[in-house]
């Protein structure tokens, strides 16, 4: 079955400092999704990037999407204690009228230190 | 508020209790899902309803049992459960289709569950 792998697991970084999470799916993926969960939450939607080589911009936060539409990055600049949380990235394939359930990647914990 | 709301927010139970978790959306979306958060794995993706029909079922076993009995409400009975059941259950819903757009996922709060 489809897989998507997601690294890093955990990212200790100061305040200030950027962060990367990469997300690589086994298929090719009709969309991806990116879900933010803080700490006792739950996933909130971030952005969906549908298009090869897409790249969208949120303030300080980057999504790029592959050209094989298989991979996809979120780059965070200049963290803020407000980020900390979980990111996952999740991956749909559109199947005859409609896409079965995303697929989710383990998610990337961001530990920000002040 | 996100718009899809979950009943109740804790539980505890023991293996032979039976209990049922409890999903609604104001968000007039045509889809539900069922997820299952642990601490080791990824989101895992229980059931799908797609206009109250069950359009997937991942392989999950029979002590948990959905019903969605219009497409604003979904639940999940419990029964005779294991220790490792033990998880954050997140329901969650969409506008399902393959345009731009659909297929995002409103999250609810989730219903933690402790089995004893």
């Known amino acids: 079955g489809q897989q998507v792998m997601q690294i890093p697991q955990y990212q200790h970084v100061q305040e200030g400092e950027d962060f990367t999470t990469y997300c690589n799916s086994s298929?090719?993926?009709?969309?991806i999704q990116w879900y933010k969960q803080r700490p006792g939450g739950h996933p909130v939607f971030l952005i969906q990037?549908?298009?090869?080589?897409e790249v969208k911009k949120q303030k300080r936060l980057t999504f790029q999407f592959g050209e094989a539409k298989k991979n996809s990055s979120l780059h965070i600049t200049a963290t803020q204690t407000t980020d900390v949380g979980t990111y996952f990235c999740?991956?749909?394939?559109?199947?005859?009228?409609?896409?079965?359930?995303?697929?989710f990647g383990k998610g990337t914990h961001l530990i920000i230190q002040p | 508020e996100t718009g899809v709301t979950q009943t109740p927010r804790h539980l505890v139970m023991g293996m032979t209790n039976k209990k049922s978790l409890k999903c609604e959306q104001h968000l007039g979306h045509n889809a539900m899902y069922w997820y299952k958060q642990s601490a080791k794995k990824p989101l895992e993706l229980m059931f799908v309803?797609?206009?109250?029909?069950?359009?997937e079922n991942n392989s999950v076993p029979s002590r948990f049992s959905p019903e969605c009995p219009n497409s604003s409400h979904l639940f999940l009975h419990l029964h005779t459960l294991q220790p490792e059941d033990s998880a954050l259950y997140l329901c969650a819903s969409s506008v399902r289709g393959g345009f731009s757009g659909a297929n995002v996922l409103t999250f609810g709060a989730g219903s933690r569950l402790t089995v004893l």
């Open positions: 999740a991956g749909a394939v559109y199947s005859g009228g409609g896409a079965d359930g995303l697929t």
């Open positions: 309803y797609n206009f109250k029909e069950q359009t």
């Open positions: 298929t090719t993926l009709s969309n």
């Open positions: 990037l549908v298009k090869s080589g």
